[in-house]
């Protein structure tokens, strides 16, 4: 192959978790010419990745002349187009850029005889109660040229490489804080912001500084303004003002990242940086954040408290955990009894624990929990 365009038109965590496969199809075809397409404002999680000669960024609602430009634009520009996503445009996207074609199919779709069709490779989805990550997923697209390139190295997200902080905020930070992101996309996936305020008392109270990020929407905004004042040595950082680059510097500079099933916990995943994430609805086997240097990866589907490598995660004892749906309702609005039973009491000792150790003493995977209990080799972690 000498150009590969890899269509991801999801958001910034999809764009994030699809670098793996970017970075097998460029040790495959080490001179071949590597683009990715995505939506505007979603790409810049790839800016400085050395996998990638090109970032194509579309609307994300192209109307008619646009995508007349774009078909234009690509017209059988590419010799193979890697679809990493399930929706119709984006199988549309790859026909026109590419002859060859392997591409990923939702597990029931009214689409998909028409997709397949333009396909030389399918994989089809496992859907949100599956046990495939969907890294691993997104990389089962190369499968058909993987057969006479021997075992392929183990898969690793690649973050942004870090860029200087603005100089009042690197001024501002002590030593081995901790980086606390409150928000996320839906209000499914959100912890309460009472939990998060108790949890930022408890932690600053043990002498630990606090930085609390954010994105630079109004939502955001809004989330993180319930947890000013909490505690005077907090600092609060606007993600929106940082690149991601001074953002995976941030990340990789603090002891322990905390946040909810949200892009930001990848990337803190993604930067090597230890990480303890609060999952509620959504299956872990599937999209909880995927260790740096762990292999093989291997989360449970429900653990009240699990850690592979250096990602730690917290779920409910509920017996709907996971549920795999949008919420308790399966709207984007829906709210979830799942998530508001993780007390902050429960966070705030995994936090600690995870503050006390050096890498040296992290155990590579430990679980514990009545799930937990039937899975047959996993280390069981002492009560917090």
Not at 78 to 99: C, K, P, T
Not at 146 to 166: F, I, K, M, R, Y
Not at 200 to 228: S, Y
Request: aromatic letters at 4%; one cysteine or more; charged letters at 20%.
């Amino acid at each position: 192959m000498k150009s590969v365009l890899v269509v991801v038109t999801r958001q910034i965590g999809d764009v994030l978790l699809t670098t793996p496969l970017i970075r097998r199809a460029r040790q495959l075809w080490p001179e071949a010419a590597i683009d990715v397409l995505g939506f505007e404002g979603t790409l810049g999680m790839l800016r400085g990745n050395p996998d990638v000669r090109e970032l194509l960024a579309t609307p994300p609602r192209l109307g008619a002349a646009g995508a007349w430009r774009l078909a234009r634009r690509l017209w059988r520009r590419y010799d193979l187009a890697l679809v990493a996503e399930a929706s119709d445009r984006a199988h549309l996207i790859g026909a026109l850029a590419a002859r060859r074609r392997a591409g990923i199919l939702p597990a029931a779709g009214s689409s998909n005889w028409w997709k397949r069709g333009l396909l030389e490779h399918a994989v089809t989805a496992s859907g949100d109660l599956g046990e495939v990550h969907v890294v691993r997923e997104k990389l089962e697209l190369l499968a058909p040229w993987e057969t006479a390139a021997g075992d392929p190295p183990p898969p690793q997200l690649v973050a942004p490489p870090s860029e200087a902080l603005p100089p009042e905020l690197a001024a501002r930070l002590a030593a081995r804080y901790v980086v606390v992101h409150t928000p996320s996309m839906w209000p499914y996936k959100e912890w309460p912001a009472e939990h998060f305020r108790a949890l930022v008392e408890r932690l600053t109270a043990a002498g630990h500084q606090v930085v609390l990020t954010r994105g630079p929407g109004e939502a955001d905004r809004l989330r993180v303004a319930a947890l000013e004042g909490v505690a005077p040595p907090a600092l609060l950082v606007d993600a929106g003002v940082l690149g991601f680059g001074q953002l995976a510097g941030l990340l990789r500079g603090g002891a322990l990242y905390i946040g909810p099933d949200t892009s930001v916990s990848h990337l803190a995943a993604a930067c090597d940086t230890r990480v303890l994430v609060i999952f509620g609805p959504t299956n872990p086997q599937r999209w909880a954040p995927w260790p740096r240097d762990t292999q093989p990866v291997r989360f449970l589907r429900r653990a009240e408290v699990q850690q592979v490598g250096q990602v730690t995660m917290l779920q409910a004892g509920l017996d709907c955990v996971p549920c795999g749906k949008a919420g308790c309702d399966d709207h984007r609005l829906s709210g979830t009894r799942c998530l508001p039973a993780i007390t902050p009491d429960r966070v705030a000792a995994q936090a600690l624990r995870l503050l006390s150790l050096d890498g040296a003493e992290l155990p590579q995977q430990v679980a514990d929990g009545a799930a937990a209990r039937a899975v047959p080799h996993p280390q069981v972690l002492p009560p917090a």
